[in-house]
């Protein structure tokens, strides 16, 4: 083998993998990716008019982990970024997280004021709180506050978001909608947000620019890497290997879904060029209850490009994900539950039965990961398979 490790997949959690053990263990990578380019769901790229957009849905770093974020800033120059959205609710533009701005613009001045009063009166010392706490206060008007929120916020965006009645969710979803006790509007409360300068395609390059890596696009690994879990071993084109493998993709799909698929949900870009230089105050308006998008991303605004007379926006359509499909066949989100949850631990135990063989990331995890969860996985693994 002209390699010491194999890893499949190039987005955060492969590419970061790859360049710890290059870097920090001297040994060779070989990455494969099936995609044709590197970056995984991260991968950024101007579009036709010369604008950087995000092909797979907007991506935005924040963090609280300066282990995370002190690992890749050298592999880019930054700038600080905030991210603020907006949510299209009864016809009005107004802050997500729902916050004091909210209030003032969609409920009478009266009222707004009562509300902005009771809140910290009645949660001293909360910078925010959670709509099924609002729902359960004593105080009618903060539990009417909950319901509105809960109705006109959350439910049906989530609906759209999940494909299914919001009432047939995890109960720990709505637990974690916030409302917030001030008018502080950034969607991330980090002490860590900052958006790579030449995005995070740039970033990658850096990442993966060591002599010890190679990357092959346009692969798919399974048409090279077989497993036998009975006898613990993989063979790679045909021949032994016995290195370290780190396999970032669909757990189900190593093991050619032997107990069947992992469900995802799916998502649907629609990317729309317009002939102006501003399509929507900020970079993302969520539209909860209006059309079948989930919300819209405009570019520029998320990545600090200066073009006039021109911007291009995405419109984001949740979908069911169809295994293979062209369209449809890209695995967005894990549908977290405890039955899926439970048939992902049966494929981890089938990769524990091969040396070597090791999971990461949020495919072959099953779980969400943002991208700083993914680096801080990466390294720790990474810097804990070389015996
Ligand atoms: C719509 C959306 C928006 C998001 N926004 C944010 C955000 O704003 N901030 C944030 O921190 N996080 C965000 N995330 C999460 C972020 O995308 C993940 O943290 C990140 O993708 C994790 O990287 P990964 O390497 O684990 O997975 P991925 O980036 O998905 O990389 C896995 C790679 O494996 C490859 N692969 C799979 N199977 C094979 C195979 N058989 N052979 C070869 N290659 C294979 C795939 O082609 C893919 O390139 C968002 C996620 C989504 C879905």
Not at 13 to 40: F, N, P, T
Not at 324 to 338: C, D, F, H, K, W
Not at 344 to 372: F, T
Request: hydrophobic share 40%; aromatic share 12%.
């Amino acid at each position: 083998m002209e390699f010491d490790a194999l890893v499949v997949g190039c987005g955060f959690s492969g590419a970061v993998c790859a360049r710890v053990l290059a870097e920090e263990y001297g040994l060779r990578v070989r990455i494969l990716d099936k995609r044709s380019h590197i970056a995984g769901n991260m991968y950024d790229e101007k579009d036709e008019h010369g604008i950087l957009v995000h092909r797979y849905g907007p991506h935005i770093f924040h963090t609280n982990s300066e282990e995370a974020f002190s690992y890749i800033k050298p592999f880019s120059d930054w700038f600080f970024y905030e991210h603020r959205v907006l949510g299209r609710i009864r016809d009005k533009l107004v802050p997500i997280p729902f916050n004091f701005k909210s209030i003032d613009t969609l409920f009478p001045a009266e009222k707004a004021e009562s509300l902005k009063a009771k809140l910290p009166a009645v949660f001293p010392g909360r910078e925010k709180v959670t709509v099924s706490e609002l729902v359960a206060a004593s105080d009618a008007e903060l539990a009417e506050l909950g319901r509105f929120v809960f109705d006109y916020v959350f439910k049906n965006y989530t609906a759209k978001q999940w494909g299914t009645p919001v009432e047939t969710l995890d109960s720990g979803v709505i637990n974690r909608v916030p409302v917030v006790l001030s008018y502080d509007d950034r969607y991330f409360q980090d002490a860590i947000q900052m958006t790579p300068k030449d995005g995070f395609t740039a970033l990658f390059e850096n990442l993966l620019d060591h002599p010890n890596i190679s990357v092959a696009l346009g692969c798919d690994a399974k048409l090279h890497l077989s497993l036998d879990t009975e006898a613990g071993t993989m063979q790679f084109d045909g021949r032994p290997f016995e290195g370290i493998c780190i396999y970032t993709g669909p757990a189900d799909e190593l093991f050619d879904f032997v107990y069947g698929p992992l469900p995802y949900r799916s998502l649907h870009m629609v990317f729309e060029h317009h002939d102006k230089t501003s399509f929507q105050p900020v970079s993302v308006v969520n539209y909860p209850n209006d059309g079948d998008f989930t919300r819209i991303t405009e570019f520029k605004k998320l990545t600090a490009q200066k073009k006039t007379g021109s911007t291009t926006v995405m419109y984001e359509y949740p979908r069911a994900y169809v295994r293979g499909s062209a369209e449809a066949g890209i695995p967005y989100y894990a549908i977290l539950n405890q039955k899926n949850r439970e048939l992902h631990a049966k494929y981890a135990a089938l990769a524990e039965k091969i040396p070597g063989l090791h999971l990461c990331g949020r495919l072959a995890d099953y779980a969400y990961y943002n991208m700083d969860a993914a680096i801080l996985a990466a390294l720790r693994l990474a810097r804990s398979v070389v015996k």
